[in-house]
């Protein structure tokens, strides 16, 4: 259930992000009728020595509180791109060339909530990507137009600029990896701060910069 509310808090703030219009009126949330069944398909993949080994399960609300479902075995398992890895088994996957993996299933009408997505490559450890979310502002306020730079790491030198909700994002980057990045914008002093991984770099990177005036 964890996961379920990161994901959740984690969209909410990347749809505000990547909205197109700050006056946008805020999205109308869905209304189910009383008995309605909702089914999610949660994957948790994790690296091992060379390889990547997943689980699948159904979360169902028609019993209380939920009921589950283990389907690793029986889910439609896919990856991106075609022929990246080799699946040993269901769920179990092994990198056949460098690059980025991306790793989705299917049950019957249930789809997952995210992809879970690996920088891979044969013979060695998957590190787990994911997108960083950046906020600035000074004291008061959320700052627009401040360019957010990536200053190590995978993704050194990869930079993205504010919206009016002060935000912007980076994707993808190594989630268990520390990094920095460095915020500027004119009439401010620049400002950095450092993510550092957590929880096996399950936890999405966000970062909040502070600039102060010159």
């Known amino acids: 259930m964890a996961r379920i509310t990161l994901v959740a808090v984690f969209a909410v703030i990347l749809a505000g ?7 946008s009126p ?10 309605t069944v909702i089914t999610v398909l949660l994957i948790n ?13 159904t979360m169902s ?3 209380t509180p939920f009921s589950s479902q283990d389907v690793t ?16 088994s269901p769920g179990h996957f092994r990198p056949l060339r460098n690059g980025e993996l991306v790793i989705d299933a299917r049950a019957g009408d249930a789809r997952t909530l995210l992809p ?9 450890p998957a590190r787990r990507l994911g997108t960083l979310l950046v906020l600035v502002r000074d004291e008061t306020s959320p700052l627009s137009g ?37 915020a500027v914008k004119g009439g401010y002093k ?16 966000a970062l909040v910069v502070t600039l102060t005036r010159e």
Do not use: H, K
């Open 146 to 182: 401040s360019i957010v730079e990536v200053i190590d790491g995978y993704r050194a030198g990869a930079t993205c600029t504010t919206t009016s909700l002060g935000a912007c994002t980076i994707d993808p980057v190594i989630t268990s990896e520390t990094f920095s990045v460095r």
């Open 26 to 35: 805020a999205p109308v949330p869905s209304v189910f009728s009383p008995g």
């Open 45 to 57: 993949c994790n690296p091992s020595a060379s390889d990547v080994v997943c689980t699948a399960l």
């Open 190 to 205: 620049a400002g950095t701060a450092t993510f550092v991984s957590a929880l096996d770099g399950r936890v999405p990177p």
């Open 17 to 23: 992000c990547n909205s197109s219009s700050p006056n």
């Open 116 to 124: 879970d997505r690996f920088l891979v490559a044969p013979g060695a």
């Open 61 to 63: 609300s028609n019993a």
């Open 73 to 88: 075995n029986t889910a439609q398992w896919m990856m991106t791109p075609a022929g990246a890895a080799q699946m040993v």
